[in-house]
């Protein structure tokens, strides 16, 4: 369903629209008896009558209960098939790439975050297999907030088909058959996941490791004029590790092997990996907590 400026969801009235993607609507709303406000995630129009995709907003709603992390944009509840979540300020990390590349300070910074929230999804079992810049925030605390984990554990849904992506490098690809399922954005799929197999916690630190080459080159690591391509690019285009700053290199080179066996298997490692760099205040703020000024 699509809603408007003024349209009221339960106690929940519209303020605004925020985003809009092949996975959801996301509005900024004012919840009329708490008197706060909140994001307020709903299907698109043409998929709304969906069951499989309600199925699938359902269980992203019970993913988010599962979880309490500050790097992690919570949820408060569900209303007549939308989810009611924190809504959070500021910028993505995507519009923050578009301006260039992240300096290594702030970007060792802004990845700690996001270890530290993938750890915690992980270690309750929880993959989110969309990571990518578009569902990252950054709020005015410069605290990292990920969001969508509309395909959190989707490939153990029955479900095969999407609405048709704008862009196929940053929109959500869903393609093949139960047995061979495609599930996730191509420019940010891990290898494994690109050919349709079974897929760990190794697919998010895949991922990782491409969010970390755009925060540091300020350019898109895996692209193509369509899917196709960009999927042949993720399991074949030659990595040249020479464009990050040396001390990120160890990292990426972890993160981004093709064969998941040699990947890093936990994301936490790549904490560590991070955390071997000499300590500067901005990463100080960062572990000790205190907010910083990037």
Known sequence: MSLAQGNQLGHYKILSIVGRGGMGEVYRAVDTKLEREVAVKVLPAALAADPERLARLEREARVLAQMNHPGIASIHGVEDRALIMELVPGPTLADRIQQGPIPPGEAEAILLQIADALEYAHERGVIHRDLKPANI?????????????????????????????????????????????????????????????????????????????????????????????????????????????RKFRKLLAR????????????????????????????????????????
């Open 137 to 245: 925030k950054i709020d005015p605390d410069d605290k990292v907030k990920i969001l969508d984990f509309g395909l959190a554990k989707a490939l153990t849904d029955p479900s095969a088909n999407a609405a048709s992506p704008a862009d196929p490098s940053n929109s959500p690809t869903v393609s093949g058959t139960v047995a061979g399922m495609i599930l996730g954005t191509a420019a940010y799929m891990a290898p494994e996941q690109a050919r349709s197999k079974k897929v760990d916690r190794r697919a998010d630190i895949w991922a990782f490791g491409v969010v970390a080459w755009e925060m540091l080159t300020g350019e898109q690591l895996f692209r193509g004029e369509d899917t196709v391509q960009i999927l042949s690019n993720v399991l074949q285009q030659p990595l040249d590790l020479k464009r990050v700053p």
């Open 255 to 294: 993160c981004l092997d093709r064969n998941p066996k040699d990947r890093l298997r936990d994301i936490g490692e790549g904490r560590f990996l991070l955390e071997e760099s000499p300590v500067t205040p901005i990463m100080e703020a960062v572990r000790s907590g205190r907010s910083l000024t990037l």
